[in-house]
């Protein structure tokens, strides 16, 4: 659960059973990342996809979600916004 909470930087919530809250419990090492890599076939077909459609688009617009902020990507989105705005 804790890695979930650090991969995908969302909230998370840890409920210890009743009878254990005041239990003592040994310091455990830092849990390690897996480094989960996306399917490169799915990947470039969803990009095709995704390149078609703003390809056709007559007024395409970017919904930046909080995302963005959530993983560090804001010079990413002002670079692709400011490369984009002279489509």
Known sequence: ??????RYKRPGYI???????????????????????SEPAALE???QEAIAKINAAHQP?????EEI???????????LASALSTW
């Open 1 to 6: 659960m804790l890695a979930a909470i650090t």
């Open 15 to 37: 409920e210890p059973p009743r009878d254990m809250v005041s239990a003592q419990v040994a310091r455990v090492a830092k849990a390690v990342a897996h480094d989960e890599q």
């Open 45 to 47: 077909e969803a990009l």
């Open 61 to 65: 617009v970017i919904l930046a979600g």
């Open 69 to 79: 902020h959530r993983f560090g990507l804001e010079q990413q989105a002002i670079q």
